[in-house]
């Protein structure tokens, strides 16, 4: 078994190796679309999600304490329509977001080791980073804000 598991892997947008050997990339969605991106050779960009395998966060088919790290990067919008290129890059939650969230954190901490670490990703474009860490009775460790508004926050959590 890999030691790290990326949960929601969409096309591994933040991975320096989006190849990387130590990684299970999951995503419960398997789809490519060409967007248009002025700064890309053509105007057009490739967006592909690939995962290794097919499964959603909720319910993630692996063992109890599996892995080692794991990034759980879910989509973060609700309200933007299923054809918009926003939802094509980053997926969309569904009406019941709260409890959607609410497991993929349980089955994420679920497949951690004990002691191992989970880093979460959430943009705040729709939903306050409050609100969903409310969702899980995991306190963070540490956390960051990032982005151009400081909308993106990387949070920490260890397993104990």
């Known amino acids: ?20 050997p130590l990684a299970v990339f999951v995503d419960k969605r398997r789809e490519s679309f060409e967007l248009r991106d002025a700064s890309s050779k053509g105007g057009i960009r490739q967006l592909v999600i690939d995962p290794d395998m097919q499964a959603d966060f909720t319910a993630l088919p692996f063992p109890d304490k599996s892995f080692s790290l794991v990034i759980f990067d879910p989509p973060h919008l609700i309200h933007n329509g299923g054809g918009g290129w926003l939802a094509k890059k980053y997926g969309k939650l569904g009406s019941d977001w709260r409890e959607e969230l609410r497991k993929g954190f349980s089955e994420c901490f679920r497949v951690l080791k004990d ?7 959430w943009s705040e474009y729709e939903i306050p980073l409050l609100q969903i860490l409310a969702l899980t009775p995991v306190k963070p460790l540490i956390g960051h804000k990032s982005g151009k508004q400081s909308k993106t926050h990387w949070v920490v959590f260890m397993k104990t």
Not at 1 to 20: E, Q, T, V, Y
Not at 116 to 121: R, S
Request: overall charge positive.
């Open 115 to 121: 002691e191992g670490t989970l880093i979460f990703k």
């Open 1 to 20: 078994m890999k030691p790290i598991l990326d949960a929601c892997c969409g096309s591994r947008m933040f991975w320096f190796d989006r190849k990387n």
